[in-house]
């Protein structure tokens, strides 16, 4: 094999990972199980509350059995910028025709994001949506993984959006310590140390 075709078979491998974006803005999905992406939270009725970013629980959703609604407390504060549901079918058979029809929908996925033993089946498409913001959807299934949702679980979200809430809450949080910060003790006394151990 000569020179030039080593070289155009490298580059062809190399541009072969470079995700690609979706613009067709009316193809960004921005909803699911009835909850949309950037819509106010005050619009639902929840069942419990976490924490940042702030995080509600939602159940016995058509079609899903459970999922968390993720919005902003800082930038922009109620805005949904993350939706996360399992589907009520946990099988690998309704995985493979839930892809089938995404497909269908949005195209070919831009990334496979499962891990490389087929564990967990995981990919990803990328939009951006008619108000220019990042939009990342991703299915994914899994049966056995520990660390990960077990079943099949959809994901969409605003990247940049998150980036925003979490650099937002960075610089209220690094305002709020100002002044507060205590150097640490040269001598450590009983009292100290009863600090710094559980009791």
Known sequence: MNR?????????????????????????????GGFKLGSSIDDYDFISYR????Q????????????IIYYGICERPGEIVKIKLKYRDSSEAFYKKLLKRYKKKFGK???????????????????IDDNNNKVLLRLQNNL????ESIGNTVKLELPDRI???????????????????????????????QLMIPQ
């Open 51 to 54: 924490n940042f970013l702030k």
């Open 144 to 147: 056995k993984h520990p660390d």
């Open 163 to 193: 980036e925003a809430e979490r650099s937002c809450f960075n610089k209220q949080c690094a305002m709020n310590r100002k002044g507060k910060r205590k150097d640490m003790p040269s001598s450590w006394s009983n009292e100290s140390w």
């Open 109 to 127: 996925p831009d990334a496979y994001i499962g891990d490389s033993f087929g564990i967990v089946k995981a990919w990803r498409w990328t939009f």
């Open 56 to 67: 509600v629980v939602v159940q016995d959703i058509v079609g899903f059995r459970k999922g």
């Open 4 to 32: 030039k075709i080593k070289t155009l078979l490298f580059l062809c491998s190399l541009f072969s990972f470079i995700p690609v974006c979706s613009t067709a803005a009316d193809k960004a999905p921005l909803e699911i």
